[in-house]
């Protein structure tokens, strides 16, 4: 996949957004980047040290710095206007984000692919989490303690 280009004096100044739909016009990028861009947008207005940001410092280039536009839309089509609208989306999914951590967790921890014979493991600690109302380091216990890593 090529990368993104950076800007160049002579060229009209673009937030991260413009060029990365740009780049998603390579249709060997695009069908990752429709899925995954719109919910990084969500964070735009955060710099890479974390500073609330409205508009994108493009060191290069002519015209004004572009202004962040923080909207995207899950890939079940639910739009969302920025960092607090697509928190909300995820809360009203909670079960299945926290599923998905969990999987995620568990298939880093195996150092595997999970299996169908692994679903009765994971909704055991889906369950043990949900139980303590998912925080993070309930999860990493559960996972931890979990017949799932005995039979490993």
Known sequence: MPAIEPPTP???KASLRDKLAAHSQNPNCAACHAKIDPLGFAWDNYDA???WRNVEKVPAGIGADPTINPA????D???FKDSTGFKQLLLADRD???K???EH??????RRVLTFDDKEDIDAIVAVAKKHDYHIKDIVRAVASSELMRKR
Request: charge should be neutral; aromatic fraction near 8%; hydrophobic fraction near 50%.
């Open 77 to 79: 089509g639910r739009a």
């Open 105 to 110: 967790l568990c298939t880093y921890a195996l």
């Open 49 to 51: 040290i974390g500073q």
């Open 96 to 98: 299945a984000v926290a």
């Open 100 to 102: 998905a951590f969990v």
């Open 72 to 75: 995207g839309e899950l890939p």
């Open 10 to 12: 002579q060229s009209p």
